[in-house]
């Protein structure tokens, strides 16, 4: 078995609040039964194109993001992973202010944030599994009072 794609062989941090935000969306990609090639070219298309923003995944219009899906290889779950998508960045948008790291920062325990994590829809706990393998322990409740 080949070796987990991680944060860094993206490009990401996951110290900063952008990086948190693009950890959260590559492993969305990641969650779903696909090669990790496949997750990680999808993953690149989207910062390429400049989505670094859960308003780029909320907006009326669908077809850009399905587009990006196709484009990204994912052909059979594109309608899937569009309404993951678009489900996940509204309930971010309204939970916690459209911020990844709010949702990190604010969350009591790795546990808390799991919870948190799977009550988006379509968010598992392999999805969740993937997402706090790499985000920083000093960043989980740095801010719980707030």
Do not use: C, N
């Amino acid at each position: 078995m080949a070796a987990l794609i991680t944060a860094a062989d993206l490009g990401i941090d996951t110290s900063t609040d952008q990086g948190l935000f693009d950890w959260l969306l590559a492993s969305l990609l990641f969650g779903r039964p696909v090669q990790q090639q496949t997750a990680a070219k999808a993953y690149r298309r989207f910062k390429a194109d400049g989505w670094d923003t859960p308003d780029h995944f909320i907006a009326d219009d669908q077809h850009p993001l399905w587009h990006e899906l196709w484009e990204g290889d994912y052909h059979r779950l594109g309608s899937v992973m569009s309404a993951e998508l678009r489900d996940v960045m509204r309930g971010l948008t309204s939970d916690y202010g459209g911020s990844v790291a709010r949702l990190v920062r604010t969350a009591g325990s790795r546990a808390e944030l799991t919870t948190r994590l799977e009550q988006f829809k379509g968010v598992g706990p392999k999805t969740a599994e993937i997402f706090l393998r790499e985000v920083p322990d000093s960043a989980i409740g740095s801010d719980a009072g707030g």
